[in-house]
């Protein structure tokens, strides 16, 4: 059970777009289409920003976008905003357990 | 409007025990699986454990198999977690998440505010 790999750190300017990667397995990532995505800002509890791979839930603005080949998902956040600032990680099922990435630090420039 | 409440955390010393509550409002609590996820201090987050909507599937993550023991009562709409034997290492916040749907690891769609628990002599 080892944690997905994120970059530790991606910063970006206002009104531009980053992606942050999540690499697994085949055990993982590779072999189910339920990867999500959390964005936690200080001192909160997640929230799920996406699920199923892509899908976003109800309230969370289209800016936000994720997808998935092999074994690799990625999350792309266009038109920064300031409160975009936050960790953000990934999440993959594996199987009988359920795997996050090490997490990711949005930087807003 | 659907909430989640930890409560059950405290200062525990290394082999003791805790049992943590999540009190479950605003959703069928039956119809969904429900999973713990604890976080570190200065950490990342770390899945620990799960449930079906039955409390008929737990599952648990290597570092917390054969210590910490899952659980439901669904006409209270609480979700459990024992945890026994804890060492310095399970100190954290520690928050209980609903399911996106039944199937417990499709996604946490809902996190309660946290519970900290803190293992120190």
């Known amino acids: 059970q080892s944690a997905l790999t994120q970059p530790r750190s991606v910063s970006g300017s206002p009104g531009q777009s980053v992606t942050i990667s999540c690499t697994g397995t085949t055990s993982d990532i590779g072999s189910y289409n339920y990867v999500s995505w959390y964005q936690q800002h200080p001192g909160k509890a997640p929230k799920l920003m996406i699920y199923d791979v892509s899908k976003r839930p109800s309230g969370v603005p289209d800016r936000f976008s994720a997808s998935k080949s092999a074994n690799t998902a990625s999350l792309t956040i266009s038109g920064l905003q300031a409160e975009d600032e936050a960790d953000y990680y990934c999440c993959s099922y594996a199987g009988s357990s359920v795997i996050f990435g090490g997490g990711t630090t949005l930087t807003v420039l | 409007e659907v909430q989640l409440l930890e409560s059950g955390g405290g200062l525990v010393q290394p082999g003791g025990s805790l049992r943590l509550s999540c009190a479950a409002s605003?959703?069928?609590?039956?119809?969904?699986?429900m999973s713990w996820v604890r976080q570190a201090p200065g950490k990342g987050l770390e899945w620990v454990s799960a449930i079906s909507d039955s409390g008929a599937g737990t599952y648990y993550a290597d570092s917390v198999k054969g210590r910490f023991t899952i659980s439901r009562d669904n006409s209270k709409d609480t979700l459990y977690l024992q945890m026994n034997s804890l060492r310095a290492e399970d100190t954290a916040v520690y928050y209980c998440?609903?399911?996106?749907?039944?199937?417990?690891?499709?996604?946490?769609?809902?996190w309660g505010q946290g519970t900290t628990v803190t293992v120190s002599s």
């Open positions: 998440a609903k399911g996106y749907s039944n199937t417990w690891g499709r996604a946490m769609g809902v």
């Open positions: 605003g959703f069928t609590f039956s119809s969904f699986g």
